[in-house]
């Protein structure tokens, strides 16, 4: 049976294994666990991380010098790349609608 959630950083600390998984992370630093897969598939993780798999797995001992360090994810740059490349394509959309109508 899989073992619960860390809500805590000295749970992190107790803990007795070399990773932690994504949701661990994202309790602390007060994200979206699916934010910290993003950054690091997109090479924005700044913590040693490994895929197992498409499972995200976070250096213990790193996330912990990390927090203790006062670091912070770039994960809301993450969300603004996205939301940016989102808006690029709708632009593109209504783009291609407004020559298609010059056009009629």
Same mark, same amino acid.
């Given at each position: 049976?899989?073992?619960?959630? =860390?809500?805590?950083? @000295?749970?992190?600390?107790?803990?007795?294994? =070399?990773?932690?998984?994504?949701?661990?992370a994202a309790v602390i630093l007060r994200?979206?666990?699916?934010?910290?897969?993003?950054?690091?598939? @997109?090479?924005?993780l700044t913590i040693k991380h490994f $895929?197992?798999?498409?499972?995200?797995?976070?250096?213990?001992?790193? $996330?912990?010098? $990390?927090?203790?360090?006062?670091?912070?994810?770039?994960?809301?740059?993450?969300?603004q790349m996205r939301r940016m490349e989102?808006?690029?394509?709708?632009?593109?959309?209504?783009?291609?609608?407004?020559?298609?109508? @010059?056009?009629?």
């Amino acid at each position: 049976m899989a073992r619960p959630y =860390a809500q805590s950083l @000295e749970e992190i600390k107790a803990l007795d294994c =070399a990773t932690i998984r994504p949701h661990d992370a994202a309790v602390i630093l007060r994200c979206d666990p699916y934010l910290l897969n993003l950054a690091a598939k @997109e090479g924005k993780l700044t913590i040693k991380h490994f $895929f197992a798999g498409n499972r995200l797995h976070i250096s213990r001992m790193d $996330f912990i010098r $990390f927090v203790e360090s006062g670091g912070t994810m770039p994960v809301e740059n993450v969300v603004q790349m996205r939301r940016m490349e989102r808006d690029i394509q709708e632009m593109k959309r209504l783009l291609e609608t407004l020559l298609s109508m @010059e056009g009629a």
